[in-house]
C-alpha cells in the first residue's frame, strides 16, 4: 500500500533529505560506498509518490543512492530541467539501502537503486529488489559486457584499479603486474588502502576468479609483506603518500587522480603532478575494472520515469558530463572522454563477469584477516 503523507511529514521529510544529501554529497572525491559499509551515512525517508502524467500529480523519480558524488546530482537536476521530472536523493551505504527495500517490500518508495560495485549490484539482484529494465534506448547505450545478464542493473561508469608511482623514484619500466608487488623488489615500499575498502576486497575477489583461491592468498600475503606502513587513509592519501616519501608505489582507482589533478586544492594538484599512472597486467590478465551501475527496483511506484532517467544517464551526453564531472570511464562509446583518458589510450581490461566480484568476496575478506591485511 502507498503510504499517504501528511504536509508536515512531507516537509520533515524532504528537510531530511537534504540535510542528509548536504553531508554526503561533499566534493566530487568524497567517494562513493566503497569502504566499509557500516562507515556509510544512514539513509533519509522518500518522498511519497503517486506520480502519474493522468492525475496531474507531480512526475518524480525516488533514487536510492550509495554514489555520493556532486557530478551525480548535476546530472539529476539537468534531467529534471529537461523533463519536469523531479530527483529525490536518498543517501545511504548500499547494504543499508538493500535492506530498506527488503524490509519495506511492496510498500518501499525506492524506483532507482544505485551504487558502486558490480558485487554489490550483483547482491541486490540476488535479495530480489530489483527488476528487469526493459528499455531499447538502454540496450543501445550500455555494452552487453556491462549489463547484468537479465537485464537487473546496467553501468553508469567504469573505474580501473591501477598503480600509482613515484616520477622521481621509480621508472614506469619497473612496473609490471599486480603480482609483481608482492615480490621482493617492492619490500617496505608498498602503499594501499585497508582490507574493509570494497575496492581491495574485489580487486582480491577478482584474482580468485582469475587465478585461484591459492594464488590469491600467495599474493596478498606477500602484498603485506612488502607494506610500507599499515593500510591508512582512502586512496587519496596513498598518493600523498607517496609525494611524503612514505613508499614508492601504491594501489589506486584511476578516477581519483584525475579528480586531484583537476582539484580546486593546490596541494592535490601538486601531488598528483608528482605520481605517474601505469595500468598493470597489460601483456596478462588485464587492469582490474570495477563498475557503477543503476538498477530499476522491484516495486517502483515511477517506473516509466524512472527508466527514462536511465535513459538519459546512459545517454552520450549524460556520459559525457559524468566522465568529465568524475573522471570514471563512461559506459556509452559516443561520450566525450576528458584529454587525460584519452590520453591513457586504449586499456586491455580483466574479462571476467561482475557478479562473481561479489561471490568472491566473503572469501577474499577471509583471506586477507588471514594474511593480516589491516
Same mark, same amino acid.
Given at each position: ?9 512531507? $516537509? ?64 539529476? =537536476? ?21 535492506? /530498506?527495500?527488503? /524490509? ?12 558502486? =560495485? ?5 547482491? $541486490? ?21 556491462? /549489463? ?10 567504469? /573505474? ?25 623488489? #617492492? ?24 587465478? *585461484? ?23 587519496? =592519501? ?94 556509452? $562509446? ?9 590520453? #591513457? *589510450? ?6 571476467? =563477469? ?18 593480516? #591485511?589491516?
Amino acid at each position: 500500500m502507498i503510504k499517504k503523507y501528511t504536509s508536515g511529514m512531507i $516537509a520533515l521529510t524532504l528537510m531530511m533529505v537534504l540535510v542528509l544529501a548536504g553531508c554526503g554529497a561533499g566534493n566530487a572525491g568524497s567517494g562513493g560506498s566503497a569502504s566499509s559499509p557500516a562507515a556509510e551515512t544512514s539513509p533519509a525517508a522518500a518522498e511519497t509518490t503517486e506520480a502519474s502524467p493522468d492525475n496531474g500529480k507531480e512526475q518524480i523519480v525516488n533514487v536510492f543512492t550509495a554514489r555520493h558524488y556532486d557530478i551525480d546530482s548535476e546530472l539529476f =537536476d539537468a534531467f529534471t530541467k529537461e523533463t519536469g521530472i523531479k530527483i529525490n536523493e536518498v543517501k545511504g551505504t548500499a547494504e543499508e539501502l538493500v535492506e /530498506r527495500m527488503k /524490509r519495506e517490500g511492496a510498500s518501499s518508495e525506492a524506483d532507482l537503486f544505485v551504487t558502486v =560495485d558490480g558485487g554489490v549490484l550483483n547482491y $541486490a539482484k540476488q535479495n530480489d529488489v530489483l527488476q528487469p529494465i526493459q528499455s531499447a534506448a538502454v540496450e543501445s547505450n550500455v555494452p552487453v559486457e556491462l /549489463r547484468d545478464k537479465d537485464n537487473n542493473w546496467v553501468g553508469i561508469a567504469t /573505474r580501473a584499479r591501477v598503480i600509482i608511482y613515484a616520477k622521481d623514484r621509480v621508472k614506469p619500466e619497473q612496473l609490471s603486474t599486480y603480482e609483481d608487488l608482492a615480490g621482493d623488489t #617492492w619490500r617496505g615500499k608498498v602503499l594501499v588502502r585497508s582490507s574493509s575498502s570494497l575496492y581491495n576486497q574485489s580487486l582480491l575477489a577478482s584474482f580468485i576468479e582469475l587465478n *585461484g583461491a591459492a594464488e590469491a592468498e600467495a599474493w596478498a600475503k606477500g602484498l603485506v609483506a612488502n607494506f610500507a606502513r599499515d593500510p591508512e587513509g582512502g586512496d587519496r =592519501d596513498q598518493a600523498k603518500a607517496i609525494v611524503a616519501g612514505a613508499g614508492d608505489v601504491a594501489i589506486m582507482n584511476t578516477y581519483y587522480f584525475g579528480q586531484m589533478l583537476n582539484s580546486k586544492d593546490a596541494e592535490e594538484v601538486k601531488v598528483a603532478e608528482q605520481i605517474g599512472v601505469f595500468f598493470p597486467n597489460q601483456s596478462t590478465t588485464g587492469t582490474h575494472l570495477n563498475i557503477s551501475g543503476v538498477g530499476l527496483t522491484k516495486h517502483a511506484k515511477n517506473k516509466d520515469n524512472a527508466i527514462k532517467l536511465i535513459e538519459y544517464l546512459t545517454s552520450a551526453e549524460a556520459q559525457t558530463k559524468l566522465t568529465n564531472g568524475s573522471f570514471e570511464f563512461p559506459v556509452n $562509446a559516443a561520450a566525450d572522454k576528458p584529454e587525460l583518458l584519452k590520453g #591513457w *589510450g586504449e586499456i586491455k581490461v580483466q574479462q571476467l =563477469d561482475f557478479s562473481k566480484l561479489g561471490d568472491h568476496n566473503k572469501q577474499a575478506v577471509e583471506i586477507m584477516n588471514k594474511v593480516g #591485511w589491516k
